[in-house]
């Protein structure tokens, strides 16, 4: 998978996509990864990307152009471009296997107070916000989207590390998991789990999955209902 990223902070990208799994990926070529500095796409002296809103208000939002032209630049046929915005659809587990199955992106992050509508109308396939809360920029959530779309691709997470077992895979949350030692501070590992009886295993974790959604997030219970 190859995926462009539009930023005027380049250098944050430095660092979290460089380690660990995202890093064998991209050294496997599993993952392509380029950071394009908005700015580069600005040629008056100032290379300006911002400007006033029209019909006043504070702050600034990013301008047309240098957008257009870097997304007809970067952008091949099938790449999907992606908005990254508080108003976005809210990115989640099943969206990062959406994505990990839809070839190249391009994510354009934002900065200000935000884009340009026409930026929107125009350019974005998809515009994807990574929660209620507003970030100085668009470059962490670009990296959370990146980082939980490669670890789905083929080939990245070895057998060991399946992401068929975990966390909104059946839409609910994990259940609880222990390691050695089988005793801790007087803190006993459930029996089950030392029982070797698969099968009970299995029922004692379906239900603990369970009981926990619905404890924590019942919102997802109703959606996988
Ligand atoms: C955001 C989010 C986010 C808003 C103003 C960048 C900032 C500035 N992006 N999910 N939450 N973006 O807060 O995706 O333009």
Do not use: C
């Not at 994510?107 to 994807?128: K, N, P, V």
């Not at 839409?171 to 009970?200: C, D, I, W």
Request: glycine fraction near 8%.
């Amino acid at each position: 998978m190859k995926i462009d990223v539009l930023t005027l902070f380049a250098g944050m990208f430095a660092g979290p996509l460089d380690e660990s799994i995202i890093r064998r990926a991209r050294d496997a070529g599993l993952l392509k990864l380029a950071i394009h500095n908005l700015r580069d796409y600005a040629h008056d002296r100032h290379k300006t990307v911002d400007d006033k809103p029209f019909g006043g208000g504070p702050g600034m939002l990013l301008k047309p152009e240098p957008i257009f032209e870097a997304v007809e630049k970067l952008a091949g046929e099938k790449t999907r471009v992606i908005l990254l915005s508080p108003s976005g659809r809210k990115f989640n587990q099943s969206i990062a296997r959406e994505l990990a199955e839809a070839g190249d992106l391009l994510l354009i992050t934002g900065h200000y107070e935000g884009f340009d509508e026409r930026i929107r109308q125009e350019l974005a396939d998809d515009e994807l916000s990574i929660g209620d809360y507003v970030l100085t920029n668009g470059a962490l959530p670009a990296m959370v989207v990146i980082d939980a779309v490669t670890r789905l691709l083929p080939g990245v997470l070895g057998d060991d590390q399946s992401s068929q077992e975990e966390s909104f895979s059946e839409g609910l949350l994990e259940y609880p998991q222990y390691t050695r030692p089988a005793e801790f501070r007087g803190m006993k590992v459930p029996e089950v789990l030392l029982s070797g009886n698969h099968a009970e295993i299995a029922r004692w974790r379906a239900e603990q999955a369970r009981v926990r959604t619905q404890e924590r997030r019942p919102d997802l219970i109703r959606k996988t209902e």
